[in-house]
């Protein structure tokens, strides 16, 4: 007998932080000049996840979380949504991360972290949940989680269980320089997986600061090509996107809309196109469909940025293909 639902669905695994975004209640002003605060939850990983589930996916999340009341409310967010939470742990002797984040006036962030650790820090290879990792069709990770041991081990070790187990490798760096020890740390750790991943993800920024160019062209993009990539991605804000594949290369248009805050716009861009890969890779050897699918990832993405907050602001396919059909 046919069933139907989410079960039928293939499983984006994400993997790494979650946390409580602190975003101050008036835009363009410093974190001292902030008059309050409104709590928001984030974490790219656990963005994406929460993007795939709002777009009709099946997504799970693998981290760890403090047993505390920002923790237990975290959890929550991700269970309303529809994600699946048996990847979660917690830590009764770490807190959850926070971050505290200002808007600039051109709606550019800057972040102020508190991680001294933060539970999502301290998750360790043996508490991972294997079965869960070993049955995703796509696993989708970021770098934070390479910071700091043993969640470095956990990240390693996660990845090559998913791996060994078919799945495709979506890695999106999600660069937040102020958590590293330097610069140079940051761009030596970030590139140390570069080689295994399927599909990679960057901004304009980060393929700066990776490449060391500053440069945003062709040329630069394909210096961090590897032979086993599918798919190299180079997100432009307002200008769309670049895509690069073994056999065609090109870019698809952004749409224009009134931009509130960035936060979570590139986590809605890549839940978008995880969601229309997980079932059928080939697209990703068919560049028609290709650039639809980036035509739809980019609505997403600008939908995400006209409201304040990456969860609240995240869309519906309905969203999304109004978006689209407007732009056509």
């Given at each position: 007998m046919a069933s139907n639902g989410v079960n039928d669905k293939s499983l984006i695994v994400s993997f790494g932080e979650m946390l409580i975004d602190f975003v101050p209640t008036v835009s363009g002003v410093s974190l001292a000049e902030a008059p309050g605060f409104v709590k928001a939850p984030g974490g790219a990983p656990a963005n994406v996840a929460i993007a795939v589930a709002r777009l009709g996916g099946k997504a799970a999340f693998v981290g760890k979380l403090g047993d505390d009341e920002f923790g237990n409310m975290l959890a929550g967010i991700l269970k309303e949504n529809g994600v699946i939470a048996t990847g979660i742990n917690f830590d009764t002797g770490a807190r959850t991360a926070l971050a505290f984040v200002t808007l600039r006036a051109d709606g550019e962030r800057e972040f102020m972290f508190y991680r001294n650790p933060s539970a999502d820090m301290l998750l360790r290879p043996e508490e991972l949940n294997l079965e869960l990792i070993r049955s995703a069709k796509v696993f989708h990770y970021g770098s934070i989680s390479l910071i700091v041991e043993p969640c470095r081990s956990a990240h390693l070790q996660a990845m090559k269980v998913a791996k060994d187990a078919g799945a495709l490798l979506s890695y999106d760096p999600n660069l937040r320089l102020p958590l590293w020890p330097s610069e140079e740390e940051a761009r030596e750790q970030i590139l140390s997986i570069w080689d295994e991943a399927d599909v990679v993800k960057v901004s304009d920024n980060e393929l700066e600061f990776l490449t060391g160019s500053d440069k945003v062209d062709d040329e630069t993009a394909m210096s961090l090509w590897r032979p086993n990539f599918k798919l190299l991605l180079v997100t432009l804000g307002e200008k769309g996107c670049n895509y690069y594949t073994?056999?065609?290369?090109?870019?698809?248009?952004?749409?224009?809309?009134?931009?509130?805050?960035?936060?979570?716009a590139g986590d809605a861009f890549v839940g978008a196109l995880l969601c229309k890969i997980v079932d059928d890779q080939s697209v990703l050897e068919d560049e028609p469909r290709l650039r639809e699918i980036?035509?739809?990832?980019?609505?997403?993405?600008a939908i995400t940025t006209t409201k304040k907050g990456a969860i609240p602001a995240l869309p519906t396919p309905a969203d999304a293909l109004k978006l689209v059909n407007e732009g056509k």
């Open positions: 073994k056999n065609f290369h090109g870019s698809v248009e952004a749409f224009h809309v009134d931009t509130v805050d960035t936060t979570g980036l035509r739809f990832a980019n609505a997403c993405g």
